[in-house]
Structure formats: C-alpha cells, structure tokens
T-cell receptor, first 114, second 115 residues
Framework: AQSVTQLGSHVSVSEGALVLLRCNYSSSVPPYLFWYVQYPNQGLQLLLKYTTGATLVKGINGFEAEFKKSETSFHLTKPSAHMSDAAEYFCAVTPRGSQGNLIFGKGTKLSVKP | DAGVIQSPRHEVTEMGQEVTLRCKPISGHDYLFWYRQTMMRGLELLIYFNNNVPIDDSGMPEDRFSAKMPNASFSTLKIQPSEPRDSAVYFC?????????????FGPGTRLTVL
C-alpha cells in the first residue's frame, strides 16, 4: 500500500529564509504527487503537482518541488519565506491513472518569524 | 465561480444524535470526495462518487456512516448515531475527469463536535 511520510510536524523559519518541507513516498511505481496548503479554518488548496515530464515543478506563491525517483522524495521549497506562508502543508500521492484516493501525509505546520 | 459549498460550517451535537453534512460540488464536476481530518489520523478519504455512483467506500469507518449523492449537485454524509470520536473536520472535494489526474477542489469543511 502507498504511504506518505512528512518529516517534521512543525517547521519554523525566519522571514526571508529558505523554506524546505520534506516528503517521502512509499510505492513500487512512482505515483502522482501533490502538495496542498491549508490556511487556518479553510479547506485545502493545491500548490503544485507532478504527474509526468519535468521533475522540477513550479507552483503558486513561489513554491516549487522536485521529484527524485531514486530517493522517492518530493520535497517542497521556497527561496524566501513570507509571513503569509504560515500555514499547514500536506504532501499527497495517488496511484497513476487514478482519479480516486488521495493519500495524505500527516502535514507540516510552517511558522514564519518576523 | 462558486467553489465547493459545504454546510453547516460548524455543528455541535450530543452523542446519539443524527448528524447530516451537506456538500454542493462545483458545477460540471463528475467526481465527489468526502474526507475526514483529525489530529490522530490526519486526512483520510471516506468515500468517493463518480457520476453520482459510489465507487469506493472502504474508508467509511462503520455502519453508522452513510453517504448519498442523489444528483450531480448535492451529496450528504450522515452519521447515526453520532459518537464523541466522530468529532473532526469533514471536507468535501470535487473534480472533473479530463483524462489525466485533475486537481481536487476542496470545500471549507464542516467542523463537527460531538459532546
């Protein structure tokens, strides 16, 4: 069965610093990969996704992620954190060709210090 | 465009009562998903529909939970009887099949508290 591991339930960075949120997946075949963001008391919003093609994908709000098959990873980065980036971030996977089950990691809460 | 609409946004009820959560997907979307979010278990899929037909309900916790989609613009998730351990945020999401994986759009969620 597929699973997703997000290393670190809480990450704190200073404004302007690099943001790095880690995600590893477990699957014999590389799945589709996603990052979602959840602001307080709101639903989830898609940041970016990887399905095929270029392994470095760019998303909204300056975020990007790189799919590394050899490391079974899909880490999320942003060069310079902004106060408005404070939220919870979820990595998710779904089997290729699937329209169904999104399997989520436990989430990483990002805090940004002034 | 209106996004996914969920009602109520907050529900507080007592153990043993029936609870009904409602969802209106984005117009034209043919997939609808119900998720539950708790501190202990994170986000987990409960059930999803395609063209109003339930496809996978393996995530539904037990017989106390039921979901219906009587038409393309409305779905309900019912808990009867409710228990304190059902307290969670319930999200509805929808998407449209375009031949490859498509973004699921999430509603704002219903925060359920069972006392």
């Amino acid at each position: 069965a597929q699973s997703v591991t997000q290393l670190g339930s809480h990450v704190s960075v200073s404004e302007g610093a690099l943001v790095l949120l880690r995600c590893n997946y477990s699957s014999s075949v590389p799945p589709y990969l996603f990052w979602y963001v959840q602001y307080p008391n709101q639903g989830l919003q898609l940041l970016l996704k990887y399905t095929t093609g270029a392994t470095l994908v760019k998303g909204i709000n300056g975020f990007e992620a790189e799919f590394k098959k050899s490391e079974t990873s899909f880490h999320l980065t942003k060069p310079s954190a902004h106060m408005s980036d404070a939220a919870e971030y979820f990595c998710a996977v779904t089997p290729r060709g699937s329209q169904g089950n999104l399997i989520f990691g436990k989430g990483t809460k990002l805090s940004v210090k002034p | 465009d209106a996004g996914v609409i969920q009602s109520p946004r907050h529900e507080v009820t007592e153990m043993g009562q029936e609870v009904t959560l409602r969802c209106k997907p984005i117009s034209g979307h043919d997939y609808l998903f119900w998720y539950r979010q708790t501190m202990m278990r994170g986000l987990e899929l409960l059930i999803y529909f395609n063209n109003n037909v339930p496809i996978d309900d393996s995530g539904m916790p037990e017989d106390r939970f039921s979901a219906k989609m009587p038409n393309a613009s409305f779905s309900t998730l019912k808990i009867q009887p409710s228990e304190p351990r059902d307290s969670a945020v319930y999200f509805c999401a929808s998407t449209r099949d375009r031949g490859e994986y498509n973004e699921q759009f999430f509603g704002p969620g219903t925060r359920l508290t069972v006392l």
